[in-house]
């Protein structure tokens, strides 16, 4: 799928304006409308603007130091996931984020250094000189939710800028499926063997390019040691009684209350 770069005269279902992590919207949470848009693409404050007219959405990056335009708030894409009830939207503004991330860090190519520009076929980036194309990252993790009995697996991570509990989660390393990530990140986050591992879904999470694999499991052995590296706090919680947790639209929320609401 083709990415364009923006003009002026456009028409679009969604408009998306970014300032580097965080999304502009209106006091009543709402997202540009076109005409907003062209003003602010048209302004010297929009560093990057593109388009995917088969998708029917824009998005524009305005400069980190620029005042937000009168009539928006900047709020963190995170808070966006969290209030938006629209499905669509969150996987479009996940998408557009992404892209204007691959535009900002490659627009040289690795291999020869001449300049990038937009391929004609792709959502990537295509070499003007050698022709090698560079399509946006995306990393593949896992998060798993350990039940025993009634009660769950939560983690509090070193990482993490709030104070709450979370799922077991991490990475997925070079020639391993997710199966064998999910086993190998509780072992090693918590000391905890699992078993019965469950894929429930998958959901792009652009902080800053995951795609989160969600899995739930049940408790066989083990007890808790800490991988101190990474984890402050570890416990089983009971489902009638648990710490502080993610807040609606992420998948660790949609895991945890899919337990609690059973």
């Known amino acids: 799928m083709a990415v364009h770069t923006l003009k002026n005269n456009f028409t679009f279902s969604r408009c998306f304006v970014f300032q580097d992590n965080n999304i502009l919207v209106t006091e009543k949470g709402e997202l540009p409308d076109s ?28 400069k980190s130091n620029a005042a937000i335009p009168e009539g928006f708030i900047a709020i963190p894409l995170r808070q966006f996931f969290w209030q938006n009830t629209i499905h669509e939207a969150e996987q479009l503004s996940a ?30 980036k295509v070499c003007t000189k050698c022709g090698s194309l560079l399509f946006p990252r995306i990393e593949p993790a896992v998060i798993v939710l350990v039940r025993n009995e009634n009660k769950i697996l939560l983690v509090k991570s070193k990482s993490s800028s709030g104070n709450f509990f979370s799922c077991v989660a991490g ?3 070079l020639g391993e499926s997710i199966e064998e990530a999910a086993v190998r990140e509780v072992n090693e986050e ?38 101190e590296e990474e984890i402050e706090d570890a416990g089983w919680f009971p489902l009638d009684s648990l710490p502080e947790t993610p807040k609606p639209g992420s998948v660790a929320y949609e895991l945890i209350h899919g337990i609690t609401e059973e």
């Not at 603007?49 to 524009?60: G, I, K, M, P, V």
């Open 190 to 227: 918590t000391g905890i063997k699992i078993k019965n591992l469950k894929y429930k879904k998958s959901r792009p999470w652009p902080f800053p390019d995951q795609l989160m694999f969600a899995f739930t499991a049940e408790y066989e052995s083990g007890e808790i040691i800490m991988q």
């Open 95 to 124: 998408r557009a984020h992404s892209i204007l991330r691959l535009r900002e860090t490659y627009r040289f190519c690795p291999s020869c250094a001449a300049p990038l520009t937009d391929d004609e076929h792709f959502t990537a």
């Open 171 to 173: 990475f997925v390393e």
């Open 35 to 62: 005409d907003a848009m062209r003003r602010i693409v048209s302004s010297d404050i929009t560093s990057d603007a593109f388009s995917e007219d088969e998708l029917s959405y824009a998005a524009a990056m305005i």
